[in-house]
């Protein structure tokens, strides 16, 4: 068959731009363990070479992934271990992990402890899932440039049995506000119930304290219990303007990489500007409950989403060595009330989850003393 001049070359410029945007990203994560073994001594303590690996979720078997979601599966359905007099919507393990966030979103998002907070709380599921859920493997990450242009196709929302379940029902919504109320995202295809996958038809006890997605209701009182089937929109939208190679080039290498202030401050985005940043857009490409700066931890791809999250600041931690133990920001969102200085002592704490409360300094290194190991490949 003779295929027509012009469409060989449109495929080929696809596939190009489809490698180049996967090399992005591997080049600056061999850099990363290049560094990363120049300063660890190889022995018995952590090291590149017996650290645990954080995988990309498409890189897995579908072995791999289902153990992962069996995993998370037990989470959901394992009992509450929260105080009801605390987190009186709790009704499962996984909710305690929702708690917990919802209980401290105003002092660990646009805050110096943003990054370490988040790393501190994926660690801890990571843990939970391990002890508690019998999982053999280690926290999964959503890579965020292999199908932003097309989120459908990811092996992450695909709606296959080694997915994380793909798109929501199709509910006819006007979009979601995202970046404080600044920022419109049209509709995805979904909005509703997850229809497949190991998630299909999953309840939310917790949420919406914040919804962004048009249509959804606030709950009564942010810890209260509010059963309902968690909500997706996917969001091509979002995740092929703001989840770029770009952009993430940028905060690895370019201007927005000269510190740690600059560097958190572009991944959680410019909303003035109309800038979504890496972080928002990814909680805005899954939509729906995930859009709640609040709740969003309701959706179990938040865990990938910050499993990848953490791996940027790993990334870029690695690549600026000299200022890897380094802190900005105040206590407060954005400053707001005004609060000081977020310090290296300024402790972390998931009260009553599964991990001690530990200072900054010990969360800035994931090869460092305990409890963090790990690294990403
Ligand atoms: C650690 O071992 C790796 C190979 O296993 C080697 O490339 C690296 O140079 C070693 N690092 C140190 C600091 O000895
Ligand atoms: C949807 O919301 C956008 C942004 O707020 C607005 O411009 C548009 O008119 C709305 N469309 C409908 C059909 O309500
Ligand atoms: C919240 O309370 C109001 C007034 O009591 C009630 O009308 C509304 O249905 C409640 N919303 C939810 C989500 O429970
Ligand atoms: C890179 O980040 C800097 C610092 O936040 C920002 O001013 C600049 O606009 C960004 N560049 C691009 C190309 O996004
Ligand atoms: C807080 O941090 C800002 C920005 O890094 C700095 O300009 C300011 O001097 C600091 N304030 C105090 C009281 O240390
Ligand atoms: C929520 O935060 C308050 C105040 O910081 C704290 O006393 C309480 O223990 C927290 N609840 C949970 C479930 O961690
Ligand atoms: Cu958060």
Redesign the pocket.
């Known amino acids: 068959m003779l295929v027509p001049v012009v469409q060989v070359l449109a495929l080929a410029a696809t596939v190009q731009s489809a490698v180049r945007t996967r090399d992005a990203a591997e080049d600056l994560q061999r850099q990363a363990i290049t560094a990363l073994r120049k300063v660890k001594v190889n022995g018995t303590d952590c090291s590149v070479s017996n650290a645990a690996v954080r995988k990309d979720w498409d890189s897995m078997s579908g072995k791999e992934r289902k153990a992962y979601t069996t995993a998370v599966q037990c989470m959901l359905s394992s009992p509450s271990k929260s105080d009801p007099a605390l987190v009186p919507g709790a009704r499962n393990r996984y909710d305690d992990f929702v708690g917990q966030h919802i209980n401290q979103t105003l002092t660990i998002h646009g805050t110096g402890n943003f990054l370490t907070w988040h790393r501190l709380f994926v660690y801890s599921y990571e843990k939970a899932l391990q002890e508690e859920c019998s999982y053999k493997g280690y926290q999964p990450y959503w890579n965020w440039f292999s199908y932003q242009d097309d989120l459908k196709q990811s092996p992450v929302f695909d709606g296959s049995a080694t997915s994380m379940s793909g798109d929501g029902s199709y509910i006819f919504h ?2 979601s ?1 995202g970046g404080g109320g600044t920022i ?1 995202l049209p509709s995805g295809e979904g909005g509703g119930c997850l229809q497949d996958g190991p998630f299909k038809g999953m309840v939310a006890n917790l949420g919406p304290v914040s919804p962004t997605m048009r249509g959804q209701t606030k709950v009564n009182g942010s810890l209260s219990y509010n059963p309902r089937c968690l909500k997706r929109d996917l969001t091509t939208y979002a995740s092929s303007n703001w989840l770029t190679v770009e952009n993430f080039l940028n905060l690895t290498t370019g201007d927005a990489s000269k510190s740690i202030m600059l560097f958190q401050n572009e991944l959680q985005g410019r909303f003035p500007d109309g800038f979504l940043g890496l972080h928002a857009a990814g909680h805005f490409s899954i939509g729906g409950d995930a859009g709640d700066i609040f709740s969003s931890p309701v959706d179990p791809a938040f865990f990938l989403h910050h499993a990848m999250l953490d791996r940027v600041y790993w990334i870029w931690q690695a690549l600026h060595r000299e200022q890897a133990n380094t802190v900005a920001g105040t206590l407060t969102l954005n400053n707001k009330p005004p609060s000081r200085n977020t310090t290296l002592e300024d402790l972390i704490q998931m009260n009553w989850l599964n991990v001690e409360a530990m200072p900054i300094g010990d969360l800035t290194d994931t090869l460092g003393e305990k409890p963090l190991c790990y690294i990403y490949q």
């Open positions: 006007n979009g506000v419109f």
